[in-house]
Structure formats: C-alpha cells, structure tokens
C-alpha cells in the first residue's frame, strides 16, 4: 500500500503516525529513534528543527510532513538552495506521491505548478511569502540545508518565510544547525504552536578522525590497504583535485580483474572532450575526479561507478558538503583553510562537520573515518624526523638540519586546529536579513495595510534593532524611487499633511523622525500604498532582467540582416544589410546572465595578453603597457548602448537595480569564431571549467527561448538558437533532457536505483536529423577555413585539410585580392552553397557538396572553397565532419 493510501481519512494524528512508521517498515526503513520524535512533534502540530548527523534519516521526516500536510488536504513546500537538489527531491518525491501530487518551481522552468506538493529554491518560497503572506496556503514547509539562513547573500530567503507564513509548520533541516534557540523561540511566538528541536547527535554510522603527517599518497595507500574505501580526497580547488587524481594514478588502486569490470561498465561511454580523455584514463585506475566544473555527464559517471563499488579514491572540492550522491567510508581533508573568495582562512566548525559528515555509508559501513593531513612542511619535517631517528638507532651520526616552516603569508593549521574543530559544535546561525525593491513590490502587490506589512518585515525581524533601523532606511530610499518612478502611487487620507517620510500625518500633529517612521506613532494616518503598473504572476521567479532585455531587443532593427541583391542573371549585387541584428540580439540576452566566471576570466587573460604583445611591438613603455592594460577586460559587445538603456529602463522601473547588467561575450564569440565546443574550450584553455561553461550555454539556449518574442525571431537568429541547443545536446544531452522531461512532466519518472542505472547514458540525437542546426554546423566549418585563409595561417589550414593545397591556392588567390572578408556579410547564408543530392555520389552514399563563396573586396565573388559533408561520419562524431577539396577560382 502507498503512503497516501495508507493515511487515515479523516486525518487523525495517532492514525497518521502509525501510517508513517508502518509504511517505512514495510519499505525496509524501519524509524530510527530521531524520525520517531521529529514525526510524533508533527503529527501533533509542532514545528520540527532537526539537527540531526548526515545519514540519520532527515529525507523521511520530509516525506512524513508532505504526507500529513496532503491527507489534511493543505499544500506543502520543499525549499532547497540549488536547483539540483530540488530536482532530485521532485524525482523523489515523484516515486512516493505520484507524479499528480508532486510539482516543481526553479525560477527557470516550471511543472505542475498547481500540485499539492511543491519542491522549489528558498527564493521562490520567498517571494510568494512576500506576495501572499499569511493568505498563502501552506500547511508544511520543508526547509533543506537550513544553515544557508547564514548565507551572506541569499539567507533573506530562509527567514522570510518564518516571518510570514504564520499559519505554517516548519521543517528546518540541517547536519550543522548550531544553537538555534532564538529562531525557535521566534517561530513559537510568532505562530502560537510549540517548536520541538530533535538535536541527536549519535549517528547511525559513527565516526572516528585521524590527522597524519604522512605524505598524501603514501596516506591514500595506507586506507587502500585497511579498506577503508571508497576514500573522497577532498581539495578546496579544482585544479588541486585534478593535479591530486592524476599524481595518485602511480599507484595501484585496484586489481586487474576490477579494471576488466570498470571497463565492461564503460561499454561504448562517448568521452568526447579533451578533459574526457583524462578522466577515461583515471576512471579505468578506479580513481574519480568530482567538482562543479566537470560536465554533468562525467560527474554522473563518476557516482554511478562509485555507487556500484568500482572507485576507490575519488579526488574532488568541498562540494561534497552539499549532498552529492557519492558513496564514501573514508573523507580525507587535504587541508584545513580554504580561500572564500576574499582572503584564505580556516575553516568554520560548520564547514569542517558538513565534510566530514559524509563519511560512512548507512546500510554499507558500520563505521566512516574522517582523515586530516597535516601541511606540507609539517609532514616534510615529520619524515625528517623519522629518518634522524632511525639513523640514530642505528648509530649513525646525523647532521641536523633545521625545521622547515611554512610558506610566508599562508594560513597554517595545527593537530590543534584539527582537535578544536572535532570539538566544536557548528557557529551559531547569524540573520542575514535584506531589502530590496523587489522585496518592497511583492510586499506592496499583496495589498491591504502594506505600512503595517512593511512595519513588521522590517522591524520584526531576527536582526539586532540597528541592522533593523538600516533596513528601514534602505526601504525608505527604494520606496521613494519608487513613488518617483510611478510605480508606486501613495494615497493620502482627506485632512492630511506629508512628513518627510511619505507618510501622512493629522494636522498640528508633530512629525516624526525619518528613521523610525515605519514604527509608527499614535498621529499617523494610514495611506494607500499600491503598485500602478500589473505585475506578472512570477515577478522576481523568473530571470529578473528579462523585461529589460524585451525592451532593449524592441530598440534594435529586425531588418539588419545580412542579405545580397541580385542582378537579371541572379548573381550577388550589392550588401543589403550588415547582419548585426541576430548576434546583437544574443549579446542582449547574454548581458542578462550571471558570468560564467572561469570563461570571462579566461577571455580577459588572453586579451590582455594580445594586448601586451601588439603594445610591445608598437614600441610602448613598460609603464604604459601597465596602465593601458587596466582598461582591457573580456569583450563586452554592446556594453555602451545596454548601460545607457539600462539606466532609462530603470528610472521607470527602479526595481531592475537589484540585479546587476553584465555585458559579456561566450555565445557571440563562440559563433563568430566559428569554434566547436571542444575548440573553444582548448582555445580558451578551460578543460577544468568545460561543466560551467556548458551550463552558461545552456542557460543561454534557455533564455533565448523563453524571452525572445516570436516577431523578433528572424531567420538568422533560429540559425543561430537551433545551433545553440544542438551544440548543448551534442556535448552533453542531460541539461537539456531534464529540462524538456520536465517542462513537458510527461516523463517525471522515478529515477533507476542506483544498483541499476546505466553507466553509459543514451546517446545524443543524430546530429544530421536537426537540418537547420546542422546546416548552422556546416556552414561553421566552411567559415573556420575562411576566417584562417584571411589571416593566411597556411599550417593551420594544412592541418586541418592536408589534401587541399592551401598554401599554393592561397598564393593564387592573393595574387588577385588584396584581403578576405571575414565580417557579417562575409559569411552570409548566400555566399554558403549546399547540394544536399549530389549527382556523383556512391549508392548508399550519404554526402553533402557544398561551396563557400569568398567575400573579395571587389565584391566578385569569384573565388571559391568546395568540400564534401560525411552525413554518416557527422552523426557519429557529433559535429559536422567536412572534408575540404580545395580553393579555387569560380
């Protein structure tokens, strides 16, 4: 019997938790003594914090409070910080409720919104709370990885809607909450119902902690042979993960019969980038890589053979605290300090215990080992040691040599260190609290007496009545950009007059101070704060700079693209435009994305680099080379038309200064390159980011897709849209799988146990079936030739096409043209000639003829590159395999 059948109906609270208890028995998870208390303090009525240890069962107090809050026919949230754990609960939560009773809300995609169970991101919970207040209804939230209520930049989102939702039970959940006494005691005032706190800290799989000062492989070695694997090596940066599994391939990992098994699994897996070819190498040793930076399809590789027992050592970043599906008996911090993005330092208890508590596998071990190695100098000086030792009792005489310290200004730890984090309980939860104009309009849209709303966002809060009295001051300014915007309207009582606050006051009544205005006073009249202007139904869900970007595309000409006249004889006459539209239209949108940091970092060292070296054989000074170089960044196309009218699209709409506009240029320049994926990832030098880098893509196709209206759309930017998703797909299929599966909810089906789930996911569509795509692909590769020949880079060109005759046609065509076009209009779809049924092909024979036309400076056109597209050979690779015959005179 299902869960839900199995709920009473009528819901009574006895009844319940015997259904509950008795339906994870019959699932083979029996409760433990923590589930039986968390569920019995919810059956009851009670709000639920439940700090209890990585792999004591906090999943199954969630699914408990769905079900109560279904068979008591009220909705229920599951709120987590990133869109991947959310997607996994919906799958989850899918297999127990059915796919009917489960939806899901990213921001960014959406399906079964209406469903009576809800997985989104804090925001999005948020934000509704902020809309809604206490008319939303809610009988259970599910707040996962709580302790993010601390988090600097997006902890608003986890207060919120312990503020509004007063008529709402909490599940506040978390390995490392800390003391949360105060939240509690808030939560019970403020809702009337008590709060229980289930703190047990036994773990069902109890921990044992080491530190060493033995070198990190001959450590690695050590656990291998007491079988403590899998062992997670755990690095606080990419590169130090990649650099630890490669020196860690020197050693014997597993067996040669577990090699054949690896290999057996690996089956036909496409490992189709540069990074690929390493990670094939590495899994084959059983050694994993795991970090943010790997594509989704090598980071699945990589828990699938681990959950099937097959990685011994997998080398990875702190990620690992976020709850990656990775079995683990043994976590081996390489360090204890960890750079945060402005200095390096230790880390907190919080950090330390979340690591750490992902050691030891319920239902594997009985037992998970948490190793700490010690700094390099120390282990340096620990051998030394030895060895004198060792000498020592031999009889030798040893020269002593002197201690070697760490290096100057970096931040060292200690076993003391070490000791004191085991110790130390997680650091108590700090508020977060912020305001934005967002926040305001949600507030201000939910009507009724939004003074009073506002009054007790704003000073009821969990901060420190300074921090609150900021707040108010922060409001009050957002609020007059609003009213002077228009957005927002004020209507005052008859018989009233203005204080400096917008606020309105009897007269003769004494006006009060700005700051403490929101508090109210006894001579305040209420005014009529409303919105003017209507707001869509997801305000500051979806991607908040999407009005924007519609306005800016509504500035730009849909008739600037390029195209040729032609004379009686049908032949190119004349530009009929310069083809800017379609990739400005892309820069617009890119503008409204989040930096793919490692790419745009990568973009401004190599033009810095350029940069230098033309100054330098321009003769320039060192010391002006250095201050002209402070002014070159990653290109930024637009960047001077999208500020200006980002600054008039906020005057009307002050709310947009929330969110920062970020010009940049990946898709753009990736398409004017004319690269493959894997191109521009080696040109950019971006093997450790090619994950992040794909996700930009993605979430580029995405935005593309949802914002851009239909009567924008030209021909030329569907060219490049569908070129867009065909390359995502290619590279990787899964981003865009899931979020097709899921926009359509057609395929919301539960997710394979891990014992049964494929190494080798399905293989992308046959690339040569999306014609437009491919033909954007074809055209790439011809326009790649192009843009070498122009730069007569005669070896490139050899090696690309060794049978072609480069240098001798080149030769030939320059003694005619001065120069190639390689603009807009140069690699217009009219100069690109496509016989997709060539006469002289084979039986059976599956080719494209085609021809790229060069754009001479005389504009004859008389000059040609011919080539040969392999339909067979493309739809195996991925891209688009052209064999270039050679160049030559029309």
Not at 38 to 58: M, R
Not at 94 to 112: C, K, L, P, R, Y
Not at 498 to 521: I, K, M, Q, W, Y
Not at 577 to 597: F, K
Request: aromatic residues 6%; hydrophobic residues 40%; proline residues 6%.
């Amino acid at each position: 019997m299902s869960l839900i059948e199995s709920m009473p109906k009528p819901y009574e609270a006895g009844a319940a938790f015997d259904a509950i208890a008795n339906w994870a028995a019959d699932t083979g998870r029996p409760l433990y003594p923590a589930q039986e208390e968390a569920i019995f303090e919810l059956v009851a009525g009670a709000h639920v914090v439940l700090a209890t240890p990585t792999g004591s069962g906090k999943s199954l107090v969630a699914v408990a409070a769905h079900a109560i809050a279904l068979a008591q026919g009220r909705r229920s949230y599951y709120t987590a910080p990133i869109k991947a754990l959310v997607s996994e609960k919906f799958f989850q939560l899918v297999d127990i409720f059915g796919a009917e009773n489960v939806g899901m809300v990213t921001g960014d995609s959406a399906v079964n919104g209406d469903a009576p169970i809800i997985c989104c991101t804090a925001e999005i919970l948020a934000n509704q709370a902020l809309r809604s207040g206490n008319a939303l209804d809610v009988g259970h939230v599910v707040m996962d990885e709580f302790h993010y209520y601390a988090d600097p930049e997006r902890g608003w989102a986890w207060q919120v809607p312990l503020l509004e939702l007063t008529g709402t039970r909490f599940v506040l959940m978390s390995a490392t909450l800390g003391d949360v006494s105060a939240i509690a005691s808030d939560l019970e005032r403020r809702t009337g119902h008590p709060v229980s706190e289930v703190t047990h800290t036994e773990r069902p799989i109890p921990l044992s902690y080491e530190y060493v000062r033995t070198p990190v492989h001959e450590t690695v070695e050590e656990l291998l042979e007491e079988r403590r694997a899998p062992v997670y090596v755990v690095h606080f940066s990419q590169a130090a993960a990649m650099e630890r599994a490669q020196a860690l391939s020197s050693i014997r990992v597993i067996s040669r019969e577990q090699r054949d098994e690896i290999a057996r699994e690996l089956g036909e897996f496409r490992f189709t980038t540069g990074f690929g070819q390493t990670l094939s190498r590495l899994v084959r040793a059983g050694i994993g890589v795991h970090h943010a930076g790997m594509l989704p399809k090598y980071r699945r590789l990589v828990e699938v053979l681990a959950q099937k027992g097959l990685l011994k050592v997998i080398c990875g970043t702190d990620t690992l605290g976020v709850g990656i599906n990775v079995p683990i008996r043994t976590v081996l911090l390489t360090a204890l300090s960890k750079y945060d993005g402005e200095k390096t330092r230790h880390l907190t208890a919080r950090e330390f215990h979340q690591i750490a508590g992902r050691a030891g596998r319920a239902g594997f071990d009985n037992e998970g080992f948490v190793v700490v190695q010690a700094p390099e100098h120390d282990v340096e000086n620990a051998q030394a040691q030895a060895k004198a030792q060792k000498a020592g009792a031999s009889g030798k005489k040893v020269k002593k040599s002197p201690k070697k310290s760490a290096p100057a200004g970096s931040v060292v730890w200690t076993e003391k260190t070490f000791e004191r984090l085991v110790a130390a309980p997680p650091e108590p939860l700090e508020s977060r609290m912020q305001v934005s104009a967002a926040m305001l309009i949600n507030l201000i849209a939910r009507g009724g007496d939004v003074v009073a709303h506002a009054r007790a966002l704003l000073t009821e809060n969990h901060e420190p009545p300074h921090r609150q009295r900021e707040l108010v001051r922060r409001a009050l300014g957002i609020a007059k950009t609003l009213v002077t915007a228009g957005v927002v309207e004020i209507v005052r009582p008859p018989n009233s007059r203005v204080n400096n606050s917008g606020l309105t006051a009897e007269d003769g009544a004494d006006e009060p101070r700005t700051a403490g205005s929101l508090r109210g006073s006894p001579e305040l009249l209420t005014p009529e704060v409303r919105l003017t202007v209507d707001l869509q139904p997801n305000f500051a869900l979806n991607q908040p700079l999407s009005p924007f970007a519609l306005s800016v595309i509504g500035m730009l000409d849909p008739a600037d693209t390029v195209g040729f006249r032609r004379d009686d004889t049908g032949s190119a006459n004349g530009l009929l435009g310069t083809g800017h539209y379609a990739l400005d239209v892309v820069s617009v949108m890119e503008a409204t994305l989040d930096n793919p940091r490692a790419v745009v970092a990568q973009q401004q060292f190599r033009a810095r680099g350029e940069a230098v070296a033309q100054m330098k054989a321009d003769g320039i000074e060192y010391d002006e080379r250095m201050e002209r170089l402070e002014t070159v960044t990653h290109p930024q196309p637009l960047a001077e038309l999208l500020e200006e009218a980002f600054e008039g699209f906020a005057a009307a709409q002050p709310w947009i200064r929330d969110v920062e506009l970020k010009p940049k240029s990946v898709v753009r320049d990736m398409f004017e390159r004319a690269m493959t994926f894997g191109e521009y990832v080696s040109f950019y030098q971006l093997q450790r980011s090619e994950g992040g880098l794909l996700r930009y893509l993605s979430d580029a196709d995405r935005a593309l897709r949802q914002t851009v209206p239909p009567e924008a759309m030209t021909d030329e930017l569907t060219d490049i849209v569908e070129w867009l998703r065909e390359l995502v797909r290619q590279v990787d299929s899964s981003l865009q799988d899931e979020w097709e599966a899921l926009t359509q909810a057609a395929h919301a089906a539960t997710p394979s146990a891990p014992s049964d789930t494929p190494v080798t996911p399905p293989p992308p569509p046959d690339v040569t079936t999306n014609r437009r795509a491919f033909t954007v692909l074809v055209r790439n590769e011809l326009f790649r030739r192009v843009q070498l020949a122009a730069r007569e880079a005669d070896d490139e060109l050899v090696a690309l096409d060794p049978d072609a005759a480069w240098p001798e046609a080149l030769d030939a065509y320059f003694a005619e043209h001065d120069d190639i076009g390689i603009d807009a209009a140069a690699r217009a779809t009219a100069l690109v000639h496509i016989d997709e049924n060539p006469a002289d092909a084979r039986p059976g024979e599956r080719v494209w003829r085609v021809r790229q036309v060069l754009a001479d400076p005389a504009g004859h056109h008389d000059w040609g590159i011919d080539a040969v597209v392999d339909l067979d050979a493309s739809a195996e690779e991925g891209v688009a395999v052209v064999r270039v015959l050679g160049l030559s005179r029309l």
